[in-house]
Structure formats: structure tokens, C-alpha cells
């Protein structure tokens, strides 16, 4: 049995490294070359990662860059692919089998897209439906007043088509207001997302539980003090509409 153990493990292993191989030999570039032959890709923050659990399977993340149309602005078409690799391993045969994209779906300004992630956790929304998440980390520039947050969207793939049922759910926000020197206010928010037992509509409901915390800094003589204020604890019940999630009116409690 030990040894049954290990040549699974084996296995398990060799399929990941191939399955990662074919991200890091180009992958997303290569089916952004089949789709949009006439347009930039933004390389940076482009993203492929296996699918875990299917053999093959590869989640694909395209951002493209659209013709500026003000200074200082960015916005981005979102081509979000579900990709099956060839049984034969031959990436160039690759296939999209389920796609989602977006015209205009991200805009950078002065808070910048600092990462494109995919979230590949066990989102069983039903018996036939398995979900899967990206995550968009945006940072702000500014050293007086600093700003981060991260945002959660869910896609289940339907047939050809790639259906969005949780539209961009914050999930960490990191903001705050000082002067540079110490006298400042800040708030911390982070956030969990599980799946609950109840369901509508077909799909699991969802439950968000969020911990926020705050501080202030103020000098005192030649020190800095700061104070943490108690943590506040709530959750939240999303449920699915028939086509996306929402929260449910009440669900929320400290």
C-alpha cells in the first residue's frame, strides 16, 4: 500500500510539472496570438495556471491594453479562457473550451493593477458546477494617503461560454490617511469566502466572514504611539439570483 502511495504521489507530481510546463513555455502567448493576432498583449500580468483536478486543463488570462483615449488612464479588455490541452501533450494544438470576454472590464489610473491571480480553491458551487477565481490586487501611489485592495471574481464554465457569478467581491482593503511623518489613521479589512451548506437557485450560497481593524498614530514627545482599536467581526450571506450573487438583505452581523 506504501508503495501504491508513492507511485501516485509520483505521478501526481510528474502530471503537475507537465501541466506547469505548458504555461512556462508560452502558453497564453500562444492563444493570444490565435485570438487577437492585431493586438498588444500586456505580458506583465498575463496568466496561466493548471486547472487542479482536470487532467489537461489550463485557466488563461489575457489583459489587453485599448487605445488611450485620456492621459494617465489605461483600460484593459479581459479575456478570460478555460483551455484543454491536446491528450498528446502538444500545446499547439490546445483548444479554448469555455471563454468570457470583456471589453473595457479593468481601468488603471492612479491606482495601479499590480497582479492578475488565479484562484483555483474547491468553489463547488453544485454537483455539475465547480467555480474558479481570479484575484485583482491594485495598489495605490500615493505615500500619504496608501491604498491597496483585492477583489474576487467567480466564473463557472457553461458549455463555450464562461458565466461571471461573482463580480469582483473585495476581499482585502489596506487604505489610511497620515502625514508622512507619524500623525495618521489607518484601517485594515480581510476577508474569507467558504461555501455554506443552505443553496439557492440551484448553487451553494456563499459566506464571506471579514475581520476589520484600525489604528491611529499620533507623536507623543519623541515616540510615535500607536493604538489598535478592538477588531470587528461580521459575516455575510451571498446568494445566487439565477445568474449572479448577491448579498441577502440582513446578512450581515458584527
Known sequence: MRWDRLLAACLLGALSAAAQAACDTGLAERMHAKLHPKRQLDHERAVCQPWRGFAGRFIVVLPIPRAPFEPGITRFDLDVLVVQQADNGNTER?????????????????????????????????????????????????????YSNETLTLYVPQGPKLAKVL??????????????????????????????H?????????????TRSESRSSAQGDECVTQERPAKFASMTLRYDGSSYRASKGAASD
Open 198 to 210: 443552505s443553496a439557492s437557485n440551484g448553487y451553494a450560497d456563499l459566506l464571506l466572514r471579514q
Open 94 to 146: 490546445a483548444k479554448v473550451v469555455s471563454r468570457l470576454f470583456e471589453e473595457t472590464a479593468l481601468t488603471e489610473d492612479a491606482v495601479r493593477i499590480g497582479e492578475i491571480k488565479v484562484d483555483t480553491a474547491r468553489y463547488m458551487l453544485a454537483g455539475d458546477a465547480r467555480a474558479f477565481g481570479i484575484r485583482i490586487l491594485r495598489q495605490g501611489a500615493s505615500r500619504a494617503a496608501p
Open 167 to 196: 463580480d469582483g467581491l473585495e476581499m482585502t482593503l489596506e487604505r489610511g490617511e497620515w502625514d508622512t511623518n507619524c500623525a495618521g489613521n489607518f484601517e485594515t479589512v480581510r476577508g474569507s469566502l467558504s461555501i455554506a
